[in-house]
């Protein structure tokens, strides 16, 4: 079996509204996902999404996925897509760096692995116990009582996890949020405190210094290093999201004792291929997870949640699901859905869900 063509499409997704995170210095007001079919010379075509949540989270770019796909996609014309290894090692040779745009053929890679050999993605990553996954809230920056109003409408859905985006210069706002979410929530509820880098080091340890919680705080800083300093200075546990883009980091965050917990994104990684790799370091690490992607359709969701479920859980902390988040879903097959606070992957052969192609339109470009 071999890679004969690649079929790239631009998808604009309009958000259900416009989204503050950061203590409200990022804005994400649309997404620019990139869909790639990979097809091979005996009829079996793979789908995989790359999508980064907005242009202003991570160095990852909507368009700069397209570009890079131009290098990479001639590449690997011609290779076996089961062999994942030894494509993620022509595509590291091509163009180092660059996960987003890798992390879309690789998936749609997977998918034809899936099918190939008559398997869930999950199945052939791991395992799946057959628990229900867990689903977490997004709750977006804003005033204590916002914050706390949308995560009683996010109650009502039956979420009983929240992901509350803080952070920003004002630091008894920060302590007001904290304070005034911590004491709203409902038994067995639990809140993860993401800051989105938007702390220096002094506000993180002022801030965490000063409330009582015990909740995880996410990513309080830019970069391994200053929250090396947060984490030697505080006592809340930590978890790292946007600092984790290689193994390599991963393996730093480790040795310097940074963080406790991890967030795992195929997109931020470069694929389930890497993803995989950095869940295993994790489980090695003792480090629980959150497992999803940085936003995109239900097609993005259903490969990180393939990859969640495959994760032992006790090590699952929560999965969260980018498309709440957009206003239209053009994906067919089984996608996950969140359902009364959790989801479960499909048991279909491979992702379990494609596009809609009456809904893409002409392809932005094919390679073959
Ligand atoms: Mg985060």
Redo the contacts with the bound molecule.
């Keep these: 079996m071999r890679i004969a063509r690649i079929r790239v499409w631009q998808l604009d997704l309009p958000m259900t509204e416009p989204y503050r995170m950061a203590g409200g210095r990022v804005l994400v007001d649309g997404l620019d996902s990139t869909l790639v079919a990979v097809d091979t010379d005996d009829g079996v075509t793979g789908w995989g999404e790359g999508c980064p949540w907005g242009h202003a989270y991570l160095p990852a770019h909507g368009a700069g996925i397209r570009a890079a796909l131009g290098t990479l996609a001639p590449a690997v014309l011609g290779l076996n897509p089961m062999e994942l290894d030894r494509l993620n090692a022509v595509m590291d040779l091509t163009l180092p760096g660059h996960p987003a745009a890798k992390s879309p053929l690789d998936i749609a890679c997977w998918d034809i692995l899936g099918q190939g050999a008559g398997q869930p993605l999950h199945r052939l990553l791991g395992g799946w116990d057959g628990a229900a996954i867990p689903i977490n809230s997004s709750i977006p920056t804003g005033t204590p009582a916002e914050m706390i109003a949308r995560i009683e409408a996010k109650r009502a859905q039956g979420y009983r996890v929240h ?1 509350a985006k803080i952070g920003g210069v004002d630091n008894a706002l920060n302590i007001a949020r904290i304070e005034a979410i911590e004491a709203a929530l409902a038994p067995g509820e639990l809140v993860t405190f ?1 800051i ?1 880098r938007a702390w220096t080091p002094s506000q993180a340890i002022a801030v965490m210094g000063a409330v009582q919680t015990r909740a995880w705080f ?2 309080p800083c830019e970069g391994l290093d200053q929250c090396a300093q947060v984490r030697a200075r505080t006592t809340q546990p930590i978890l790292l ?2 600092s984790l883009q290689t193994l390599g980091d991963h393996l730093e965050a480790w040795r310097h004792r940074i963080c406790e917990g991890a ?1 795992i994104k195929p997109n931020r990684l470069g694929g389930l291929t890497r993803a995989r790799q950095a869940r295993d370091l994790c489980l090695a690490f003792g480090w629980p997870m959150h497992v999803e992607d940085l936003g995109g359709t239900s097609l993005a969701d259903t490969a990180a949640i393939h990859l969640a479920a495959s994760t032992p859980p006790d090590f699952r902390l929560a999965s969260w699901l980018g498309q709440a988040h957009i206003a239209s879903d053009p994906i067919l097959g089984a996608p996950v859905r969140p359902s009364d606070g959790v989801t479960t992957p499909p048991d279909a052969p491979g992702l379990g869900a494609w596009p809609d192609l009456d809904r893409l339109g002409q392809p932005a470009a094919v390679y073959s």
Excluded: G, I, M, T
């Design positions: 992901s993401d989105n996410e990513q999201d946007e967030k």
